[in-house]
């Protein structure tokens, strides 16, 4: 079966600690409108695997069928003419621990599917790779994507904050609020050192943020400029902020260092709801009857652990 440009399907490959799961989970919800346990999932919908820090690697499905033998003969459709390829049997799968292929299969077929295609294999510097992967039954071949973890480069800012979300777990918060790009417009009313606005920018999405302390401010500032990345930054309360956002990525204060007041909590969600139409909310404590009072639907949660620290991520409308 040939997969066409109407139909697409692309296959994406998941890899996660355990005490990221159910972020990990939200994330694909939020860009699939499913998730699952497994490994792998397929998708008509087109994400990029370097917007993930969970993504690992993306087929873009070229053909497709229950017969090996079948995609071997498909790949004979291939013509590369002046352009090199390479072939990469995709090592995470569905096949049960006894249907695993070993190391020669697994290279014996990338062979087979290599002479197939016509044209030059170069497996070093390729100009295409194609991956080859079995999910439920089938066999997909198709071109071949693998994530750069970008966000490992954003760990190493110039300004750091102890309680500040992970670039992991901000990376996924982005990806949370704005699973599709085109045309949103964000605001983190409650920056910090800028993080989540570091990985919202490195992915192309349109944030602003904003902080009632003039020192976290300026170092969120620093740190937008550190990466080469530009946005407003304002030293504001969130009563201040008067233009209206699509979305609001609001992570609340808490623990000691804090003054926050179940009051002062309940405010800044009502702000929230005063100033976007939906929000992605990061909270160490449980405020569904506070997020209702204020407005918000509840549509979806995560949570992310950390030894014992567990921060929940709620999505509301």
Same mark, same amino acid.
């Given at each position: ?53 969970? &993504?690992? %690697? ?7 069928? /229950?017969?090996? @033998?079948?995609?071997?003969?498909? +790949? !004979? ?119 989540? &606005?570091? %990985? ?7 944030? /602003?943020?904003? @902080?009632?302390?003039?020192?976290? +401010? !300026? ?99």
């Amino acid at each position: 079966m040939t997969v066409n440009e109407q139909s697409p399907l692309f296959i994406y490959t998941y890899a996660y600690r355990e005490e990221e799961q159910s972020l990990c989970r939200l994330e694909m919800r939020s860009f699939f409108g499913e998730d699952t346990d497994a490994s792998l999932i397929a998708s008509p919908i087109e994400v990029h695997p370097d917007r993930s820090p969970f &993504l690992k %690697e993306r087929i873009e499905v070229i053909y497709a069928s /229950e017969q090996l @033998d079948e995609v071997v003969e498909l +790949a !004979k459709q291939i013509h590369m003419g002046d352009a090199t390829f390479k072939v990469i049997f995709v090592k995470t799968n569905d096949l049960d621990a006894a249907d695993k292929w070993d190391y020669d299969r697994q290279r014996g077929i990338e062979r087979d599917i290599g002479l197939s295609i016509e044209g030059e294999a170069d497996v070093h510097r390729p100009d295409v790779t194609y991956g080859l992967v079995t999910l439920g039954g089938s066999w997909y071949l198709g071109y071949y994507t693998k994530s750069k973890a970008i966000w490992l480069d954003h760990m190493k800012k110039p300004q750091n904050y102890s309680i500040a979300l992970s670039t992991r777990v901000a990376r996924a918060v982005a990806n949370i609020a704005v699973p599709k790009i085109e045309g949103v417009k964000v605001i983190d009313p409650c920056c910090g050192i800028g993080t989540v &606005l570091v %990985e919202a920018l490195s992915m192309g999405i349109d944030i /602003e943020g904003s @902080d009632y302390n003039p020192f976290i +401010a !300026k170092g969120a500032r620093d740190n937008i400029s550190h990466f080469g990345y530009a946005t407003d930054v304002a030293f504001s309360d969130i009563a201040d902020i008067t233009k209206h956002y699509d979305v609001a990525i609001m992570d609340m204060p808490y623990n000691h260092f804090s003054t926050s007041t179940p009051e002062a909590q309940f405010s800044l969600l009502q702000q929230a709801r005063r100033v976007a139409d939906k929000a992605v909310i990061i909270t160490v404590d449980t405020i569904d009857e506070m997020i209702a009072d204020a407005g918000f639907v509840i549509r979806d949660r995560g949570i992310v652990r950390k030894s014992h620290f567990i921060r929940q991520v709620i999505v509301c409308e």
